[in-house]
């Protein structure tokens, strides 16, 4: 082979499940793959290094990294299509990295290893969806982190349904926290009290998953917006509130109040998301809350879940 492309889809990061930690293992997360934005690149054998493309530097510094790491002195030029948005709360770190080292294993005849590059990466320091969703796509649970610096294990990975819609509210004015300013803002939270953990996982095991699986909108996405609201109470001091942009969390309101089941935001955002039966449905969410003069650089963003995971495809990308 002398080429390969990797196409990786974006992840909303639904929620924590322990952030206490008293039982041993740390964070449990929730994540659902998208239908977008997905980062595409190609890999193609070079007589010299090549980058081109949005966040190839970044691209870059990965596959060099793993070059070194995994022992290959080959060079290769790496073309990035398109891209998720960095510091969005979509995932486009991990996701970046799994998919430059599925390329490079891809193309020089290895098995894959997505926890074991995600380890080499820095990755997956506090959830582990990223990871799963690479593989499988829909809608993952992970088991937090024990001890050990392995990345969390997934304990539940189901389909979402085709029918169902996720509304992204997308504010490219604001960028969600990162790098030492995440650290240092989950340093400074206050203790996670036992019994708030006890109910996000009471609500995943009892409402998310089972909704999930039948097929029911209103307790998936009802239970999805609990476990949003007591998080978002948490982490509200460290991002000025429930959620990160001002116009995201007006956008989620409105929506919650033209009827939509559940609203929230991804990680640190500043993206939310709420929740549609149908494309129909959705639709009309979007368009009730289209003409508010305050949202008018919001973009609304109508995708569907991503049951697939991640596409390898050899000797394509154009």
């Not at 929730?30 to 090549?50: F, K």
């Not at 979509?90 to 380890?119: E, F, H, N, Y």
């Not at 690479?134 to 189901?158: C, E, K, M, W, Y």
Request: hydrophobic share 40%.
């Amino acid at each position: 082979m002398d080429s390969i492309t990797v196409s990786v889809p974006a992840r909303l990061h639904l929620g924590f499940l322990d952030l206490n930690g008293g039982l041993g293992r740390k964070f449990g997360s929730i994540g659902l793959a998208l239908s977008e934005p997905v980062t595409r690149l190609t890999l193609r054998r070079s007589d010299e290094e090549r980058l081109d493309g949005p966040e190839s530097s970044r691209a870059g510094a990965i596959l060099n990294r793993l070059k070194r790491d995994i022992g290959i002195a080959d060079n290769f030029s790496l073309t990035i299509h398109e891209a998720i948005p960095p510091h969005a709360g979509l995932g486009s770190g991990t996701q970046i990295a799994l998919g430059v080292a599925a390329a490079l294993r891809s193309l020089c005849g290895l098995p894959l290893d997505p926890r074991g590059d995600a380890k080499r990466l820095d990755r997956g320091a506090r959830s582990g969806i990223g990871i799963g969703l690479f593989h499988t796509g829909g809608l993952v649970v992970d088991a937090g982190r024990s001890s050990n610096d392995s990345p969390p294990p997934i304990i539940a990975s189901h389909g979402f349904p085709d029918d169902w819609r996720i509304l992204l509210i997308l504010d490219k004015q604001h960028q969600g926290m990162h790098g030492a300013d995440e650290i240092a803002a989950f340093a400074a939270l206050p203790c996670f009290p036992e019994s708030e953990a006890a109910h996000l996982c009471r609500l995943v095991l009892m409402q998310v998953l089972p909704a999930l699986i039948e097929k029911d909108v209103t307790v998936f996405a009802g239970a999805i917006a609990e476990i949003q609201r007591r998080l978002g109470d948490h982490f509200a001091a460290a991002q000025g509130g429930r959620y990160t942009s001002p116009r995201v969390a007006r956008c989620a309101s409105l929506l919650e109040a033209a009827g939509c089941p559940g609203c929230g935001q991804s990680s640190w955002g500043p993206t939310g998301f709420g929740f549609a039966a149908s494309e129909t449905e959705a639709a009309r969410l979007s368009a009730a809350v289209r003409d508010d003069a305050a949202l008018k650089d919001i973009e609304i963003r109508i995708v569907r879940g991503n049951n697939a995971g991640a596409e390898i495809t050899p000797d394509g990308g154009t």
